[in-house]
């Protein structure tokens, strides 16, 4: 189990990384082919070919840039649980000021076909300031 924690930890690590270089290809790699990306304010977007699709019409328009710190991981036979917490900078491609938020996550990995983890549940929220 410490072997699958450390992969859990490169994967994490590769998933800012491919988010920081729009890196679509990496994304394709990462996700589960049943899975789910949950974002704030938005439908849930199913399957790793909707979520790649989605990621790459997102790309084309922004650059992003995010630094996340995992908090949490249990590793069980079947399902890993990772818990964090992000900053994450939306910057326009065509100018304007790029929106900065932070926020949480929990990803859930999955052994795929192949018994490789991948992300099969990504569920992500932002905190808001206080009123």
Same mark, same amino acid.
């Given at each position: ?91 326009? @491609? ?15 990995? @999955? ?21």
């Amino acid at each position: 189990m410490a072997d699958d924690r450390a992969l859990i930890i490169e994967l994490e690590e590769r998933f800012v990384e491919a988010t920081n270089k729009s890196d679509i290809q990496e994304f394709d790699d990462l996700f589960t082919e049943d899975a789910v990306l949950m974002l704030p304010d938005r439908p849930a977007v199913s399957t790793r070919e909707t979520i790649v699709a989605h990621q790459r019409e997102f790309f084309r328009s922004i650059r992003a840039r995010l630094v996340s710190v995992i908090a949490e991981i249990e590793v069980f036979e079947t399902l890993v649980y990772v818990r964090g917490a992000f900053n994450y900078s939306m910057e326009p @491609k065509l100018g304007g000021e790029p929106v900065v938020m932070k926020g949480k996550y929990i990803n859930l990995y @999955k052994r795929d076909e192949m018994d490789e983890w991948r992300i099969w549940r990504s569920i992500n929220n932002i905190d808001h300031p206080q009123d």
